[in-house]
């Protein structure tokens, strides 16, 4: 009887299930839930242990790439010839543990421009290169300024002494020659869904080698309280290669999203050509400029929409008035104070736009977490609290980039800027990828209003990093640790642990004078 009152609303109902069947298909329909981000997180279904934890600095660990001819060029012809970072399958064995078809992909902008003709290097990249593809060519695909030219006689292959990447930026050189000397990126669920290796799914192999400066900078973030990554040192071989010294770093995904922090909330990664201004309310508008790393569906990017909006109509007074609303305050002068104190000249308004952002859901206030340190520590180190600091670590003046400061000092670099080469003016650059500047970290350290809480801040950091004299306790844990190899000698390292020390403490004699 029930049935053949209400027949009505069961016929609709078989209705809207065969009209969804037929026109989604086997597609997965995504809920939009606003609770707990972690109730949806990627399951890992599959842990891999391993024998030792990677993270233990206290044991030698050994990482291993298999990777066949044909897969490793074709990581290699994809981009070099379209600039497309092509995920391949390799083996990989980490402290005896064999884990197979593991996805592996190159990683990085201006350490890997080397490889199509950017900056001095041309296919096969590295020393020797030969001259590059298509003329000159900044760094992960920046371009010129409008109304900026290149000196008469300008050679940056010359400058940059064959390929071994721009000053400042590491002075790392790669080959596709040497695999062991390429950026690359592991993932372990690429091929096999949930597939986790001690709960990461991926990991980041470092170029260089010892790369003090950037384990440095980790710890130093860490022993502050300050959100960061793991690493660990490694004997590094590919395909049966001579071994390297390498540093690995855990790579932040959905688990490191969820475990970051005490409380729920979105990560954020900003991508590369990202300009962190407000460019409408449309979501698909920033599809370029943010990733969102957990809980994909609940949050999208409407939070950062949402505080970039406030922030482009908001006049001076209401910004100093009500940025605490929206941005963890205490959190982002420490984080600004860091990258002073580290002299990262490539931090979130740095042209690499480095940095991640955390939106608390308790709370509905923004963080920055520090990312990619590998420019930090080198180069100049007599930057104030005051001062900006451009790539290379040199201080920036008025009309830097975007208020990123002007060209790299040249004691920093060992080199001046050519002679008229000045500094691109400000924005995106007649259209290309920005060069650097970012509005929030500019608007921050412009305000009186938070000038208080930013040096506080910057003189306990200081105090905690230098003046206790951690970053020497932590340098000689590193010594200590740090393996040698076929492309590492013992002397290698002490001549690297002795131009740190010597970085360190030029560093710390120069604000302890302030």
Same mark, same amino acid.
């Given at each position: 009887?029930?049935?053949?009152?209400?027949?009505?609303?069961?016929?609709?109902?078989?209705? =809207?299930?065969?009209?969804?069947?037929?026109?989604?298909?086997?597609? !997965?329909?995504?809920?939009?839930?606003?609770?707990?981000?972690?109730?949806?997180?990627?399951?890992?279904?599959?842990?891999?242990?391993?024998?030792?934890?990677? =993270?233990?600095?206290?044991?030698?660990?050994?990482?291993?790439?298999?990777?066949?001819?044909?897969?490793?060029?074709?990581?290699?012809?994809?981009?070099?010839?379209?600039?497309?970072?092509?995920?391949?399958?390799?083996?990989?064995?980490?402290?005896?543990?064999?884990?197979?078809?593991?996805?592996?992909?190159?990683?990085?902008?201006?350490?890997?421009?080397?490889?199509?003709?950017?900056?001095?290097?041309?296919?096969?990249? &590295?020393?020797?290169?030969?001259?590059? !593809?298509?003329?000159?060519?900044?760094?992960? $695909? =920046?371009?010129?300024?409008?109304?900026?030219?290149?000196?008469?006689? =300008?050679?940056?292959?010359?400058?940059?002494?064959?390929?071994?990447?721009?000053?400042?930026?590491?002075?790392?050189?790669?080959?596709?020659?040497?695999?062991?000397?390429?950026?690359?990126?592991?993932?372990?669920?690429?091929? /096999?869904?949930? !597939?986790?290796? @001690?709960?990461?799914? @991926?990991? %980041?192999?470092?170029?260089?080698? *010892?790369?003090?400066?950037?384990?440095?900078?980790?710890?130093?973030?860490?022993?502050?309280?300050? *959100?960061? @990554?793991?690493?660990?040192?490694?004997?590094?071989? /590919?395909?049966?290669?001579?071994? +390297?010294?390498?540093?690995?770093?855990?790579?932040?995904?959905?688990?490191?999203?969820?475990?970051?922090?005490? %409380?729920?909330?979105?990560?954020?990664?900003?991508?590369?050509?990202?300009?962190?201004?407000?460019?409408?309310?449309?979501?698909?508008?920033?599809?370029?400029?943010?990733?969102?790393?957990?809980?994909?569906?609940?949050?999208? /990017?409407?939070?950062?929409?949402?505080?970039?909006?406030?922030?482009?109509?908001?006049?001076?007074?209401?910004?100093?008035?009500?940025?605490?609303?929206?941005?963890?305050?205490?959190?982002?002068?420490?984080?600004?104070?860091?990258?002073?104190?580290?002299?990262?000249?490539?931090?979130?308004?740095?042209?690499?736009?480095?940095?991640?952002?955390?939106?608390?859901?308790?709370?509905?206030?923004? %963080?920055?977490?520090?990312?990619?340190?590998?420019?930090?520590?080198?180069?100049?180190?007599?930057?104030?609290?005051?001062?900006?600091?451009?790539?290379?670590?040199?201080?920036?003046?008025?009309?830097?980039?975007?208020?990123?400061?002007?060209?790299?000092?040249?004691? +920093?670099?060992?080199?001046?800027?050519?002679?008229?080469?000045?500094? *691109?003016?400000?924005?995106?650059?007649?259209?290309?990828?920005?060069? $650097? &500047?970012?509005?929030?970290?500019? !608007?921050?350290?412009?305000?009186?209003?938070?000038?208080?809480?930013?040096?506080?801040?910057?003189?306990?950091?200081?105090?905690?990093?230098?003046?206790?004299?951690? +970053?020497?306790?932590?340098?000689?844990?590193?010594?200590?640790?740090?393996?040698?190899?076929?492309?590492?000698?013992?002397?290698?390292?002490?001549?690297?642990?002795?131009?740190?020390?010597?970085?360190?403490?030029?560093?710390?004699?120069?604000?302890? %004078?302030?």
């Amino acid at each position: 009887m029930s049935l053949r009152q209400h027949w009505k609303i069961a016929v609709a109902l078989v209705a =809207f299930v065969t009209l969804v069947g037929s026109v989604f298909g086997t597609s !997965r329909v995504r809920p939009y839930i606003t609770g707990d981000p972690t109730v949806i997180a990627s399951e890992i279904t599959e842990n891999i242990a391993g024998t030792i934890d990677l =993270f233990d600095a206290s044991v030698d660990h050994e990482v291993s790439i298999d990777i066949s001819e044909v897969e490793y060029n074709d990581m290699i012809d994809s981009y070099v010839d379209d600039g497309e970072k092509e995920w391949v399958t390799a083996d990989v064995t980490i402290d005896g543990t064999v884990i197979t078809d593991v996805g592996v992909r190159l990683k990085g902008n201006s350490t890997l421009s080397a490889l199509r003709g950017g900056m001095g290097g041309g296919p096969g990249g &590295g020393e020797g290169s030969g001259e590059p !593809r298509g003329g000159f060519e900044l760094p992960g $695909g =920046f371009e010129l300024p409008e109304g900026v030219e290149l000196p008469e006689g =300008f050679d940056p292959a010359e400058m940059l002494a064959g390929g071994r990447g721009m000053p400042g930026m590491g002075g790392t050189s790669i080959s596709t020659d040497d695999p062991t000397s390429l950026p690359l990126l592991i993932d372990f669920s690429e091929n /096999v869904d949930g !597939r986790a290796y @001690q709960g990461m799914t @991926q990991l %980041s192999v470092r170029p260089g080698s *010892p790369v003090l400066n950037e384990a440095m900078a980790l710890s130093l973030t860490d022993a502050t309280d300050q *959100p960061t @990554q793991r690493y660990a040192y490694t004997v590094y071989s /590919v395909n049966d290669s001579a071994t +390297a010294t390498r540093l690995l770093l855990e790579h932040p995904d959905e688990s490191y999203a969820n475990s970051l922090f005490d %409380s729920d909330g979105y990560l954020y990664k900003a991508d590369a050509s990202s300009s962190f201004v407000y460019v409408g309310d449309d979501q698909a508008d920033y599809t370029d400029q943010f990733t969102q790393l957990n809980a994909e569906g609940t949050g999208d /990017v409407q939070p950062i929409i949402s505080f970039l909006k406030w922030m482009d109509s908001a006049s001076d007074e209401e910004f100093d008035a009500h940025l605490a609303d929206r941005v963890d305050v205490d959190s982002f002068a420490r984080y600004v104070a860091t990258q002073n104190l580290l002299v990262n000249g490539d931090d979130m308004s740095g042209p690499g736009q480095n940095y991640y952002l955390w939106y608390d859901l308790d709370t509905k206030k923004i %963080s920055v977490v520090s990312w990619d340190l590998n420019m930090a520590m080198q180069g100049g180190t007599t930057a104030g609290p005051n001062d900006t600091v451009s790539m290379g670590g040199g201080m920036g003046g008025p009309g830097g980039m975007r208020g990123q400061g002007g060209p790299p000092d040249a004691a +920093a670099t060992g080199m001046a800027p050519a002679e008229g080469m000045g500094t *691109p003016p400000n924005g995106d650059g007649g259209g290309g990828r920005s060069m $650097g &500047g970012n509005t929030l970290k500019t !608007r921050f350290l412009d305000s009186d209003a938070f000038t208080d809480v930013y040096e506080a801040a910057y003189w306990d950091l200081y105090e905690q990093m230098y003046g206790s004299g951690l +970053a020497f306790s932590i340098l000689d844990g590193l010594a200590s640790r740090v393996p040698a190899s076929d492309g590492l000698s013992a002397e290698s390292l002490q001549s690297s642990v002795d131009s740190m020390r010597s970085w360190i403490q030029q560093r710390t004699d120069a604000l302890e %004078s302030l």
